[in-house]
């Protein structure tokens, strides 16, 4: 087993390329371009939604209060008759990207940490760059994709969208191990 704390350096250093690679990915290029659409009449649907005072958090409708209301007829019309929508609602005023930008570090820190500890308790001092790499690799790739998939199970999300950002997992995953496998205690 390695020493966790002598991981620090890797941990910070992946996570602050990854938060540039993945800067340079949503701004630079148009990879996620067409990862949401927009809505038609848009200005129509925003001033509707605006007279119900929507609190910001997620929301679904049609949505049962019960498993009897699910199973009821008036609920099967309201489901076949649409739309069906599951939305976040975000709070008014400017989009400050900056409370964004930091809890995305945060997470590319933990994600990156989590790794690193993965490898610590499987891989001994002085392991086999290969071995920190294949290690490191799987273990950061779960952290940034695999829980991708879930939105798109379960709510539906764009394929293309959960595809593009398993690919974008995968570049992280390849930089955290890079990263890992340059550093890792010999």
């Known amino acids: 087993m390695s020493d966790v704390f002598a991981l620090w350096l890797p941990t910070l250093i992946s996570a602050v390329i990854v938060f540039v690679v993945s800067s340079l990915i949503h701004m630079i290029t148009p990879w996620h371009k067409n990862d949401y659409r927009t809505l038609p009449n ?20 049609p949505r049962p209060s019960s498993m009897e209301e699910m199973r009821s007829p008036a609920f099967a019309e309201k489901v076949k008759l649409g739309p069906r929508v599951i939305m976040t609602v975000l709070p008014p005023g400017s989009f400050g990207m900056a409370k964004n930008l930091i809890g995305w570090f945060v997470y590319l820190l933990v994600v990156a940490c989590l790794a690193g500890c993965m490898g610590a308790l499987a891989l001994p001092p002085g392991a086999h760059d290969h071995d920190v790499f294949h290690v490191v690799l799987l273990a950061s790739f779960l952290g940034y994709g695999v829980a991708l998939w879930q939105m798109t199970i379960w709510y539906n999300r764009s394929i293309w969208t959960t595809i593009r950002s398993t690919i974008d997992a995968g570049i992280y995953g390849l930089i955290t191990a890079g990263v890992f496998m340059y550093f890792w205690p010999k």
């Open 42 to 61: 848009e200005d129509g649907v925003m001033t509707a939604l605006r007279g119900f005072g929507l609190q910001p958090g997620d929301y679904m409708m």
